[in-house]
Nanobody, 117 residues
Framework: QVQLVESGGGLVQAGGSLRLSCAAS????????MAWYRQAPGKQRELVAS???????NYVDSVKGRFTISRDNAKNTVYLQMNSLKPEDTAIYYC???????????WGQGTQVTVSS
């Protein structure tokens, strides 16, 4: 069983920054792609950013140039650095390990990010 534990959420003013962390339990963290999703009130959950096991990244258009996903395989941790935050970034942010040939999909419990205008 894999556990994903997010931290780093909070309340920040527009234009500010936050860094989310997701610590993963289990073995062989480095072989898995990882991702961050978010869900705003009344909206569907959306993929924000992903990173492959080789470090290739992908972002939703609305966060390109402002958010950076990264990973530290030695710490079994994936990060989401969020800069120039906007009120529309307000959401619960979830860490995700996609399902693959190597294992099942897993989700973290989520961390709230609130950006005030």
């Amino acid at each position: 069983q894999v556990q994903l534990v997010e931290s780093g959420g909070g309340l920040v003013q527009a234009g500010g920054s936050l860094r989310l962390s997701c610590a993963a339990s289990g073995s062989f963290f480095s072989i898995y792609a990882m991702a961050w999703y978010r869900q705003a009130p009344g909206k569907q959950r959306e993929l924000v950013a992903s990173i492959t096991n080789s470090g290739r990244t992908n972002y939703v258009d609305s966060v390109k140039g402002r958010f950076t996903i990264s990973r530290d395989n030695a710490k079994n941790t994936v990060y989401l650095q969020m800069n120039s935050l906007k009120p529309e970034d307000t959401a619960i942010y979830y860490c995700n390990r996609p399902g693959s040939a190597y294992g099942h999909e897993y989700w973290g419990q989520g961390t709230q990010v609130t950006v005030s205008s």
